[in-house]
């Protein structure tokens, strides 16, 4: 039977080239280099030593430094930035490493089909195993299976060794370095489900929903063997609500597909307002014996989309209100803990945003795993568009891996490619539209164009996404006026948290307020206007819904297109998005009312609201309403006068909301708040946490600049800080500057029976500590 090993602890690692300590200067050095067990010597040998600290009297002294890391790891993101590298990837040194893990398995093993999976490894690396070339993998978003089944040895060490390099880019952006995604190992019979192995295809048809299985099932024996596979449908509750069999004859070393089809009535449907999902378990038997059992969530959902309605879900419309995202994180760079990607789902949703693009590359599976639970709407972009067998590869994982979930709405196969204006690139794009279909027919296909009046593809796909060209988007829908279209990348609208002054050059900062970063990125309020104002435009993808580590201008290190920093805290734009996409009453006002050295000079004043009208009122003077238009806003130019300042936002002339600021007093102390919920004590949560500064009120002072230590007892260990975009220090520093008032703090669980306590003290002791602690409870 399947078991799966959670292979995220215990590795060794090594940064940097390791150079042999011979020179093949002997032919029987490349004689025996040259067979099954190439490497005898080296790091990806069994027999090198890499103690971290060596006491053993019958070993030489290690060379090399090695230390013990768990995984997820980036090796980068630690590293203090330096202007002389890449601004694109995020002003760091790409070097290479080393990973060893030393592992035994026991005698009972022997005769299982054994692999390690590896769910992301940044960029291209080499497996080996006991000195033995596995795999190769070339691209650091492409999870990959490495079949050691054949290699492994049984009551011995094993040493599995992996070689990072990431010598080749594969994007503009920062990608980091190393297993920077979970790795398993996988026991199976030899009879099994094969990786990504189980298809389910739903229709509906005079009311009765059809329901096709595909299993593939590997046999890795060495004779023929009749698979017997048994299929069932669980619901939402736990309850079996059909089940098929079917029986296959599978060659020795071969695979074979076995196909078991159902019928269902009326079951509950998937909508980004219902997020239900079934489960297909598959159970594989050899004779009465059963060999292997592996199963999917999927969902019932039907989908269309037209030039003229848009896109609808079981028959509904539904505007796509989407964000485009990169895969990093300020605090952890590529390696994000499961627990922070799920909470940067959780964000996006409370901005209102109802889809999401996984530019430009597969994202991690707990991602897509969150999207599926939330509702999202997902167009989900593979990193090359080629046709190449590698290339077409990686695309077949990914459609594989996730053609069940019934988020996954659009398959995106290229993003601002100069060949899609090329007559060579419309035999790629016929050839990977071929191919995709053959994989699934059941989504839209679509790209992302960013030079639509020269494009050669666009009547090839379903979908034409185009990213800004808001001056050729009319010309477009003239041309194909059947062919659905989306905004695949917009707006791009450059801002910094809390920075409420001109823009600074030297500090690569621009204001906070909705603005235009140039004719190409146009601000959001010009954005949604003009998409409201062409029904034929189905709707949006945002750029972006964080900051994101890379295509940067020194000294910030990020992209400033963020409606979310890249720390996680909210910029204004975030609450800008949500007044255009949720119906609850709120009202957001900006800027901060501590401005030094401006009393009597005119203040830019914003209220976002999804209210029709606005009022100011400021030290009790009230101002007139407002009436704010669709995707508008309420602003104000007023002399400053410290004091407060107070929006009301105001429907059917009643006021439904309100937002208060007020001119603060000194800060006084700090205070510590978790922003991150339901953390577990498993070994992989990272609590995030935010420090502020408070005055003597206790009202939050937005302008405060202390240097804060963090420290953390209990089950805690600080990981990680951050504030300013511009700050050189590394991430991995427990003592930060503050900017714009507050700084996120990363603290890893760590696995004992203690509360976690984590304290904020003022470097210069000026400010009162905080303190706060938790209980964290043990994964159950």
């Excluded at 020795?252 to 009326?266: G, P, Q, R, T, W």
Aim: charged letters at 25%; glycine letters at 6%; aromatic letters at 12%.
């Amino acid at each position: 039977m399947r078991e799966t090993i959670d292979f995220d602890n215990e590795w060794l690692f090594h940064r940097g080239e390791l150079k042999d300590d011979f020179l093949p200067a002997y032919k029987g050095i490349c004689y025996m280099g040259a067979k099954t067990e190439r490497m005898r010597k080296g790091p990806a040998s069994r027999y090198y030593n890499d103690d971290t600290d060596c006491y053993s009297e019958n070993k030489e002294y290690p060379l090399d430094k090695w230390e013990k890391v768990s995984l997820p790891h980036d090796y980068l993101a630690g590293d203090v930035p330096d202007r002389k590298y890449n601004p694109a990837l995020g002003f760091v040194r790409y070097d290479g490493a080393w990973y060893r893990k030393h592992f035994i398995l026991p005698k009972s093993d022997e005769g299982k089909r054994i692999v390690v999976f590896f769910e992301g490894v940044a960029t291209n690396c080499t497996v080996y195993l006991n000195g033995c070339i596995i795999t190769r993998s070339f691209s650091g978003y492409t999870p990959f299976e490495a079949d050691i089944t054949d290699y492994v040895l049984f009551d011995d060490d094993n040493v599995l060794a992996i070689k990072i390099e990431p010598c080749e880019p594969e994007g503009w952006w920062y990608e980091g370095a190393g297993i920077y995604r979970h790795v398993t190992l996988i026991k199976t019979d030899r009879l099994s489900v094969d990786l990504y192995g189980i298809y389910v295809k739903t229709s509906i048809s005079d009311e009765k929903w059809q329901t096709n299985a595909v299993v593939t099932v590997l046999n890795r024996y060495d004779r023929d063997k009749i698979a017997h596979v048994e299929c069932e449908i669980i619901d939402k509750n736990g309850r079996t609500v059909a089940k098929a069999s079917r029986n296959k004859k599978i060659a020795a070393y071969a695979e074979a597909d076995v196909e078991c089809n159902f019928k269902l009535i009326s079951p509950e449907l998937w909508s980004p307002d219902h997020p239900v999902r079934y489960t297909l378990k598959a159970k594989v038997f050899s004779g009465k014996t059963q060999t292997d059992c592996s199963f999917v969530k999927f969902g019932y959902r039907s989908v269309k989309m037209t030039s003229e309605s848009g896109l609808t879900i079981n028959g509904n419309r539904y505007p796509i209100n989407g964000v485009c995202t990169h895969a990093d994180c300020g605090l952890f760079g590529k390696a994000v803990p499961d627990n922070v990607q799920k909470y940067k789902i959780d964000l996006i949703k409370q901005m209102g945003a109802n889809a999401y693009r996984t530019s430009h590359y597969p994202h991690a599976e707990c991602v897509m795993e969150a999207l599926d639970e939330n509702g999202f709407i997902v167009m989900d972009e593979t990193r090359r568009f080629e046709s190449t067998e590698e290339s077409k590869k990686q695309l077949e994982t990914l459609i594989k891996r996730d053609r069940n979930r019934p988020s996954v709405i659009f398959w995106s196969i290229g993003n601002e490619e100069q060949y899609f204006g090329t007559d060579q690139g419309r035999k790629i794009c016929k050839n990977l539209i071929s191919f995709i279909k053959s994989l699934d027919d059941s989504r839209l296909i679509t790209i992302a164009c960013d030079k639509v009046d020269r494009e050669k593809v666009l009547d090839l796909v379903d979908v034409i996404g185009i990213n800004y060209c808001y001056d050729l988007i009319d010309a477009v829908h003239a041309k194909y006026p059947d062919k659905p279209l989306f905004m695949s990348e917009c707006v791009a609208s450059g801002t910094k948290r809390g920075w409420y002054e001109e823009a600074d050059d030297k500090q690569a900062a621009r204001p906070a307020w909705d603005n235009d970063t140039g004719m190409y990125f146009r601000n959001r309020e010009m954005t949604y206007t003009f998409i409201s104002e062409r029904p034929f435009i189905a709707g949006s993808f945002q750029w972006t819904a964080f900051e994101h580590r890379g295509e940067a201008v020194w000294p910030r290190l990020c992209s400033l297109s963020g409606s979310i920093d890249m720390f996680l805290q909210k910029k204004d734009a975030f609450y800008q998005n949500k007044s255009f996409w949720t119906d609850e009453p709120m009202i957001h006002l900006l800027p901060h009312w501590n401005f030094t050295g401006f009393e009597g000079k005119p203040i830019h004043i914003v209220a976002y609201t999804n209210c029709k009208e606005a009022i100011l009122d400021v030290n009790g003077k009230k101002y007139p309403p407002v009436k704010i238009k669709k995707y508008g806003k309420a602003e104000w130019n007023i002399p400053f006068c410290p004091g407060y300042i107070e929006a009301y936002g105001i429907t059917d002339g009643k006021i439904v909301c309100r937002k208060k600021i007020q001119t603060t007093e000194k800060p006084v102390a700090l205070k510590l708040s978790l922003d991150t919920e339901n953390i577990e004590r498993n070994g992989k949560d990272v609590a995030v946490f935010s420090c502020r500064t408070v005055d003597k009120n206790g009202k939050f002072v937005p302008d405060a600049t202390p240097l804060v230590t963090f420290s953390a007892t209990g089950c805690g260990q600080v990981l990680s800080t951050g504030s300013d975009n511009a700050d050189h220090e590394s991430l991995y520093s427990s003592t930060r500057r503050m900017y714009a008032g507050v700084i996120s703090v990363a603290v890893k669980i760590i696995d004992n029976d203690l509360p976690l306590t984590l304290t904020a003290y003022d470097a210069n002791g000026n400010l009162t500590p905080a303190f706060i602690s938790l209980g964290i409870p043990v994964k159950k």
